[in-house]
């Protein structure tokens, strides 16, 4: 049982090809072949309704504790409040429906009107509308090898080897909600014991000391969905380890929250948005919002480019939200759609309006007049997920026990389509801004993708809080301490060299 891939499908980062042998070998964060969508949608419709209504009452619930226990904020007692934050999109697909509809509140009481007032402050460009894939792709490399960029060497390939020394945090972490506690929930702690081995250097080992050395004085955000949040978990666990966080915002959805480490004056902030760009849910013959969303590729959201000039490292990741039915817009136009079947509407493949939300942001970015000119962007690449035997509505889970070879991973999957894509796109802000002059805004890469597509052993799996346990595996999120840690490493190990500690005294 302990030994690797026994009596499982080979093919492991392709949880829908286990199911049928119908799956492209992708792995789907919403299940399911792209034709089959429909059925699968109404066939689930029932129990996904269920689910909803069990999610948005945790939701309430929590709303109301963190509400009344957030009054005096002392860290701990804050993480604590938001323990129960139910965040629908724990579970992949739910699409975190229960509380999409929220307005950004106030959890903590005093900081809205701070943070109304720099809401107004940010006035971005929109991004092109002019460029199609076919133009993208020929001003691109067409083939996802290695990231040569300055980098002085690529991380992104490797393999993950034995560490005994294990993690730098435990799962007692101060700041790590209970819910997303894997340990705590009976997580097999083997996943632990691995770190990653790029192939032609070393990745060392996170030190919070100088990540904090390093951005003293500096405003660093995570931008995307729940996986996003997930590396500002990870990345305030490892710098708890040097200096305890204080929470000074928090939206009381864990969708947007700050954290201030006075001593090294670093601010490190979340911010929610699916797509980078406008969005809205689609409102369904009943008049209640859909799973799917209509996605305006001409307008950034402002879930994150009102906090934009204030930042100094913005780390934008995305691609998971786009597996389900998805209209894209233009110029006021439906111009297509993603997972769909609509006789006059064309899909335009996941990878397509993957590629557009990438540019829009990093046009974005590259054109936001408030920001900052050191201002240095990250892209995080696409981190698959590992359901087997289903998704995670219909009794899929992912329980392996170590990470997977490289022979077992898929180079066709969806996850590496996606992240060619991302690549493509930083590549070509890159050249923009080359081109451009001036400005000096940079455009880096968090390249995780294959190292994640490994992992299938990292995931929560059935280990998440037993309120949610009806027969659901989150095999989307990473643990803490957990392979997610690593991307942190990337990050930390990319800033000092973009800026060297010696600046930062
Ligand atoms: C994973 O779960 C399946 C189904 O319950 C079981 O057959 C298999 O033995 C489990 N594998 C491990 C490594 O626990
Ligand atoms: C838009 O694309 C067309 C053809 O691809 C090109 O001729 C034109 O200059 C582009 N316009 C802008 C504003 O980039
Ligand atoms: C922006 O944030 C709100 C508030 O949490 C959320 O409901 C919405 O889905 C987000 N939208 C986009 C496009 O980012
Ligand atoms: C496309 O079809 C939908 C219904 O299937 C309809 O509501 C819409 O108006 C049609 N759009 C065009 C441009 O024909």
């Given at each position: 049982m302990k030994k690797p891939a026994a009596g499982m499908a080979p093919l492991p980062p392709s949880p829908t090809k286990s199911k049928a042998g119908t799956g492209s070998g992708s792995p789907r964060l919403l299940h399911s072949v792209s034709g089959e969508w429909s059925v699968v949608v109404r066939r689930n419709v029932k129990s996904s309704l269920l689910l909803l209504l069990v999610l948005s009452t945790f939701f309430v619930v929590s709303v109301l504790r963190s509400s009344r226990s957030f009054a005096p904020p002392p860290p701990a007692a804050a993480s604590e409040a938001q323990a129960l934050t139910p965040q629908g999109e724990t579970v992949p697909g739910d699409d975190g429906r229960g509380d999409d509809q929220e307005q950004i509140s106030d959890a903590a009481g005093n900081n809205v009107a701070a943070e109304r007032e720099r809401s107004s402050s940010a006035d971005i460009s929109l991004p092109s509308t002019n460029s199609s894939t076919e133009a993208a792709a020929a001003a691109a490399p067409s083939h996802a090898g290695s990231v040569d960029m300055e980098e002085k060497c690529d991380m992104s390939m490797g393999?993950?080897?034995?560490?005994?020394?294990?993690?730098?945090?435990?799962?007692?972490?101060?700041?790590?909600?209970?819910?997303?506690?894997?340990?705590?929930?009976?997580?097999?702690?083997?996943?632990?014991?691995?770190?990653?081995?790029?192939?032609?250097?070393?990745?060392?080992?996170?030190?919070?000391?100088?990540?904090?050395?390093a951005v003293r004085g500096k405003r660093l955000a995570f931008i995307g969905d729940s996986l996003a949040r997930n590396q500002m978990d990870s990345l305030l666990c490892l710098l708890s380890q040097a200096e305890t966080p204080m929470e000074v915002y928090a939206d009381g959805h864990d969708k947007f929250r700050t954290w201030r480490f006075p001593e090294h004056d670093f601010t490190l902030m979340v911010m929610w948005t699916e797509f980078f760009v406008h969005a809205e849910p689609v409102v369904g013959a009943e008049g209640e919002?859909?799973?799917?969303?209509?996605?305006?590729?001409?307008?950034?959201?402002?879930?994150?480019?009102?906090?934009?000039?204030?930042?100094?490292?913005?780390?934008?990741?995305?691609?998971?939200?786009?597996?389900?039915?998805?209209?894209?817009?233009?110029?006021?136009?439906?111009?297509?759609?993603?997972?769909?079947?609509?006789?006059?509407?064309?899909?335009?493949?996941?990878?397509?309006?993957?590629?557009?939300?990438?540019?829009?942001?990093?046009?974005?970015?590259?054109?936001?007049?408030?920001?900052?000119?050191?201002?240095?962007?990250?892209?995080?690449?696409?981190?698959?997920?590992?359901?087997?035997?289903?998704?995670?509505?219909?009794?899929?889970?992912?329980?392996?026990?170590?990470?997977?070879?490289?022979?077992?991973?898929?180079?066709?999957?969806?996850?590496?389509?996606?992240?060619?894509?991302?690549?493509?796109?930083?590549?070509?802000?890159?050249?923009?801004?080359?081109?451009?002059?001036?400005?000096?805004?940079?455009?880096?890469?968090?390249?995780?993708?294959?190292?994640?597509?490994m992992r299938a052993d990292g995931h929560p799996g059935a280990h998440i809080d037993p309120r949610w346990q009806r027969a659901i595996s989150d095999c989307l999120h990473w643990c803490m301490p957990g392979p997610v840690d690593m991307w942190n490493e990337l990050l930390l190990r990319r800033i000092t060299e973009i800026s060297p500690p010696a600046a930062a005294r």
């Open positions: 393999k993950w080897v034995r560490e005994p020394k294990g993690a730098v945090y435990t799962h007692m972490c101060a700041t790590l909600a209970e819910y997303k506690n894997c340990q705590k929930h009976g997580k097999d702690p083997g996943h632990l014991y691995w770190r990653w081995q790029p192939d032609g250097c070393d990745l060392p080992r996170f030190s919070p000391e100088r990540f904090l050395a919002p859909t799973p799917s969303f209509d996605i305006h590729l001409d307008r950034l959201s402002a879930n994150w480019t009102r906090r934009l000039p204030e930042l100094d490292y913005a780390v934008i990741s995305g691609g998971n939200w786009f597996f389900r039915p998805n209209y894209l817009w233009e110029g006021g136009r439906r111009v297509g759609c993603v997972k769909c079947s609509e006789a006059n509407l064309s899909d335009v493949g996941v990878p397509y309006a993957v590629r557009r939300e990438a540019r829009a942001a990093v046009e974005g970015i590259a054109r936001c007049r408030g920001c900052r000119s050191g201002l240095v962007a990250f892209l995080r690449t696409y981190s698959p997920d590992h359901f087997e035997h289903g998704s995670w509505f219909n009794g899929g889970y992912c329980n392996r026990t170590r990470p997977l070879e490289e022979a077992e991973l898929r180079p066709d999957s969806a996850a590496w389509e996606l992240r060619r894509v991302q690549l493509e796109e930083v590549r070509r802000a890159r050249k923009t801004a080359a081109a451009a002059s001036g400005g000096g805004r940079r455009f880096e890469l968090l390249d995780v993708t294959k190292a994640m597509m």
